[in-house]
């Protein structure tokens, strides 16, 4: 079992940045595929980020590719999700997701992923 705890979030600008960070506690993250997915009002969750159970391999949604960037810190069992550039499209519950037997092929599918957290809430606005 994995508990997944996201935080970070909040009002920026458009233009702005963020840095979330989803904490894992009960086991050590760096053996799971972990993922950042957003979901707006009215619409579907949608796939922003994700890097292999390795590490090896990160993708990236075209819409997020270049401004933001996973990463992964294994001392402290914490994923981070920093977001350049901000744009109001932006604007969005953000949630993390673990999943062992993830392969690269599948990383951008939700249904792929045993575990989520709570999400947290950014909004980019003026």
């Known amino acids: 079992q994995v508990l997944l705890v996201e935080s970070g979030g909040e009002l920026v600008q458009p233009g702005g940045s963020l840095r979330l960070s989803c904490a894992a506690s009960?086991?050590?993250?760096?053996?799971?595929?972990v993922a950042w997915f957003r979901q707006a009002p009215g619409k579907e969750r949608e796939f922003v980020a994700a890097f292999s159970r390795s590490g090896g391999f990160t993708y990236y949604a075209d819409s997020v590719k270049g401004r933001f960037t996973i990463s992964r810190d294994n001392a402290r069992n914490t994923v981070y999700l920093q977001m350049n550039s901000l744009k109001p499209e932006d604007t969005a519950v953000y949630s993390c997701?673990?999943?062992?037997?993830?392969?690269?092929?599948?990383?951008?599918?939700?249904?792929?992923?045993?575990?989520w957290g709570q999400g947290t809430q950014v909004t980019v606005s003026t």
């Open positions: 009960g086991r050590t993250i760096s053996r799971y595929a």
């Open positions: 997701a673990a999943g062992q037997g993830v392969i690269t092929s599948n990383l951008r599918n939700r249904a792929a992923y045993d575990y």
